[in-house]
């Protein structure tokens, strides 16, 4: 199986940082690119951040200067920084792989959200 699970979701004020994780385990044979995704009540879910097998990352226009994301292969995490977090940035995030795996085949595959609350 192929599992992601995120953690570091909280309640922050307004101008606050929270930093997000992902660890994946499983039979994971390669990996294209990781994501975060988010969704707010009411609204799909959204692109986030996602960083490249060769470490390229690409950034929504409402996250850009304020985001970073980042990953540790070595602990087959990654990472989400958010800096300056504002109260339009409440939502579930979720993390995503690109990949492939031995057992269970292409993917994407879906870590089960973690919720980010940004008081004003």
């Known amino acids: 199986q192929v599992q992601l699970v995120e953690s570091g979701g909280g309640l922050v004020q307004a101008g606050g940082s929270l930093r997000l994780s992902c660890e994946v385990s499983g039979s994971i044979f390669s990996i294209h690119a990781m994501d975060w995704y988010r969704q707010a009540p009411g609204k799909q879910r959204d692109m986030v951040a996602t960083?490249?097998?060769?470490?390229?990352?690409n950034y929504a226009d409402s996250v850009k200067g304020r985001f970073t994301i980042s990953r540790d292969n070595a602990k087959n995490t990654v990472y989400l920084q958010m800096n300056s977090l504002k109260p339009e940035d409440t939502a579930v995030y979720y993390c995503?792989?690109?990949?492939?795996?031995?057992?269970?085949?292409?993917?994407?595959?879906w870590g089960q959200g973690t919720q980010v609350t940004v008081s004003s």
């Open positions: 995503r792989l690109d990949g492939y795996s031995s057992e269970m085949g292409w993917g994407p595959y």
């Open positions: 960083i490249t097998n060769g470490g390229h990352t």
